[in-house]
T-cell receptor, first 113, second 110 residues
């Protein structure tokens, strides 16, 4: 069964460093999303992406964040200068554009020291 | 601001009994509703989707939707210890993504 994959599973970085989180959505899906979940809190929407551009972004998705689909398979989230409060699980999700269902990847745990 | 409210629990249910999970949402225009299951440290896993008022059954799971009351519920019949997890209610916002509740922590007691 097709699934969303994410790498790395765990990323440790120093405050102020740049990180890139990678996702491979399900191959025939058209809509891509990033969510984050701070430990003990709810899953929060960051950004949606369709047709090679951002569709919507939340208040969390400030100028420190960017997304890119560099090729036909990868979808990346970049955090330019990480802060302690960026420590969270980051989930990628994709949707086929027919049903509303979003399928989530296993997540990347980002730890900022 | 869209809100999704859930009782955080924990909800403790004996093995074999029915677990009942509830959720309310604020946006009356919402059309699509989802229940996800999340084990500790893992990603959300889709359990059920529901779009129309009434009940939708899938195996041991039944989702119920009442748009007039802005209420969604999930029933789990014949609860098993492996059902112990956090259950997330989510409402679809299209390009705005899913709005999740905080989740209800369910414990099935053997």
């Amino acid at each position: 069964e097709p699934e969303v994959t994410q790498t790395p599973s765990h990323q440790v970085t120093q405050m102020g460093q740049e990180v890139i989180l990678r996702c491979v959505p399900i191959s025939n899906h058209l809509y891509f999303y990033w969510y984050r979940q701070i430990l003990g809190q709810k899953v929060e929407f960051l950004v949606s992406f369709y047709n090679n551009e951002i569709s919507e972004k939340s208040e969390i998705f400030d100028d420190q964040f960017s997304v890119e689909r560099p090729d036909g398979s990868n979808f990346t989230l970049k955090i330019r200068s990480t802060k302690l409060e960026d420590s969270a699980m980051y989930f990628c999700a994709s949707n086929d554009g027919i049903a509303d269902t979003q399928y989530f990847g296993p997540g990347t745990r980002l730890t900022v020291l | 601001q869209k809100e999704v409210e859930q009782n955080s629990g924990p909800l403790s249910v004996p093995e074999g009994a029915i677990a009942s999970l509830n959720c309310t949402y604020s946006d009356r225009g919402s059309q699509s509703f989802f229940w996800y299951r999340q084990y500790s440290g893992k990603s959300p896993e889709l359990i059920m989707s529901i779009y129309s008022n009434g009940d939708k059954e899938d195996g041991r799971f039944t989702a119920q939707l009442n748009k007039a009351s802005q209420y969604v519920s999930l029933l789990i019949r014949d609860s098993q210890p492996s059902d112990s997890a956090t259950y997330l209610c989510a409402v679809d916002g299209g390009a705005d993504g899913l709005t999740f509740g905080k989740g209800t922590h369910l414990i099935i007691q053997p």
